[in-house]
Antibody, heavy 119, light 111 residues
């Protein structure tokens, strides 16, 4: 079955850049839209942005100046970069599918990876 | 401040029915964009519960149902069970943001 697995550093320092990878197995990353979402206890779920396998993207305006999402079809992976980190970026980060253009839901999620921003 | 508004908590006794409202605006629910609902047990990834306002994915019990009207939507849970205790989030698409928006989440407590 299709599985998504996030990976990256669990601890990053303030002002640094976070880099996360999502590896997709059991399906091709092509012909699909993918999204990154984060969850923090105080904020709940927050949409970060999406990418189509051909590279088109859009980001949450509140994060747009700091975020980049890319896709590597050869590795069946998508990546997230978030710069100028602060404690407010501490969250569990998820990659997920996205039903773009119809119902706009995410039915397949990774297990998530906890990122703590602290010196 | 979430784009979609939900109560922070609701509660009900086993066997009872509870509803969780989700209020949006003319750029998301009111524009006709579908509302989806997720259940999140602490420490786990969100699980899709309802999509397209009223549809249940395979495996979701028919105790869960969704509705939508105007700029609002609602999730109803009948025959409450202890295992339903979780956080519930509504989600839609927003044309102003050109992206996904979530409610702030509602914690369901089964008394």
């Amino acid at each position: 079955q299709v599985q998504l697995q996030e990976s990256g550093p669990g601890l990053v320092k303030p002002s640094e850049t976070l880099s996360l990878t999502c590896t997709v197995s059991g399906a091709s990353i092509s012909n699909h839209y993918w999204t990154w979402i984060r969850h923090s206890p105080g904020t709940g779920l927050e949409w970060i942005g999406y990418i189509y396998y051909r590279g088109s993207t859009n980001y949450n305006p509140s994060l747009k100046s700091r975020v980049t999402i890319s896709v590597d079809t050869s590795k069946n992976q998508l990546s997230l970069w978030l710069s100028s980190l602060t404690a407010a970026d501490t969250a569990v980060y998820y990659c997920a599918t996205w039903d773009y253009g119809r119902y706009w839901y995410s039915d397949l999620w990774g297990r998530g990876t906890l990122v703590t921003v602290s010196s | 401040q979430s784009v979609l508004t939900q109560p922070s908590s609701v509660s009900g006794a086993p066997g009872q029915r509870v509803t969780i409202p989700c209020t949006g605006s003319s750029s998301n629910i009111g524009a006709g964009f579908a509302v989806n609902w997720y259940q999140q047990v602490p420490g786990t990834a969100p699980k899709l519960l309802i999509y397209g306002n009223i549809n249940r994915p395979s495996g979701v019990p028919d105790r869960f149902s969704g509705s939508e009207s105007g700029t609002s939507a609602s999730l109803a849970i009948t025959g409450l069970q202890a295992e339903d205790e979780a956080d519930y989030y509504c989600q839609s698409y927003d044309s102003t943001l050109s992206g996904s928006v979530f409610g702030g989440g509602t914690k369901l407590t089964v008394l």
